[in-house]
């Protein structure tokens, strides 16, 4: 899989791709592409955004800085799907983290502060993706949660076996992940259920199913 992040900032995803499961995958599994709009903008002293029409706070990223990112790392439209990360996108849950998984290529756009003119949603981005309904300084943050999130879902992000059932995973019925304890058994009067100390793994999974359907 390969995913192509336009960015401002580069350099805050090294973190990142040091640690797992990116750091995992990265050169086999994932190859991870980074490009900064400032190094394809067609304005002058690497001006990527400006104020918006009508007045208000805050900056703006061009529609045209962004046309000419694509345009240099694509010849054209990508063929790829392309994601806008703003507040305003679908919610990302983990159903949708599966379906960008099986992908073969991804493209996600950023944005500071979020901001972006509403045509490269509209026309350029094939998809807009929210991570929660506020407002980040750091518009890469979503870019990484994402990024982060499919990469655990390519094989041999994680030790074998810790991510065959994840929270809100199709196979939980889309819920929250079962409760999960270790030793002590007992602590303070605080007890492990006894269906997880019975060894009866029939039971174990009855009862994990049953703990995520209530919710």
């Known amino acids: 899989m390969r995913i192509d992040v336009f960015t401002l900032v580069p350099h805050a995803f090294a973190w990142l791709t040091e640690q797992r499961p990116l750091a995992s995958v990265l050169g086999g599994?994932?190859?991870?592409?980074?490009?900064?709009?400032?190094?394809?903008?067609?304005?002058?002293?690497?001006?990527?955004?400006?104020?918006?029409?009508?007045?208000?706070?805050?900056?703006?990223?061009?529609?045209?800085?962004?046309?000419?990112?694509?345009?240099?790392?694509?010849?054209g439209a990508p063929k790829q799907p392309v994601i806008a990360l703003t507040p305003k996108?679908?919610?990302l849950t983990q159903a949708l983290v599966e379906e960008l998984a099986r992908e073969?290529?991804?493209?996600?756009?950023?944005?500071?502060?979020?901001?972006?003119?509403?045509?490269?949603?509209?026309?350029?981005?094939?998809?807009?993706?929210?991570?929660?309904p506020y407002v980040l300084s750091n518009g890469d943050l979503p870019a990484m949660v994402v990024l982060d999130a499919v990469a655990r879902r390519l094989p041999g992000a994680l030790a074998e076996g810790s991510g065959e059932l994840e929270s809100f995973s199709e196979e939980l019925g889309g819920g929250l992940e079962y409760p999960q304890y270790t030793r002590p058994a007992e602590f303070r009067g605080w007890k492990v259920p006894?269906?997880?100390?019975?060894?009866?793994?029939?039971?174990?999974?009855?009862?994990?199913?049953?703990?995520?359907?209530r919710g």
């Open 29 to 75: 599994e994932l190859e991870l592409r980074l490009f900064n709009y400032r190094d394809t903008t067609p304005l002058r002293g690497g001006q990527v955004d400006d104020e918006p029409y009508g007045g208000g706070a805050g900056m703006v990223l061009r529609v045209d800085v962004v046309a000419a990112a694509l345009d240099a790392a694509y010849g």
């Open 89 to 91: 996108g679908r919610p």
């Open 104 to 132: 073969p290529a991804l493209t996600l756009l950023s944005s500071r502060f979020e901001g972006f003119d509403e045509r490269i949603v509209q026309h350029l981005a094939t998809d807009a993706i929210s991570i929660g």
């Open 194 to 213: 006894e269906v997880l100390l019975s060894g009866d793994h029939a039971r174990i999974e009855a009862w994990r199913r049953q703990m995520v359907a």
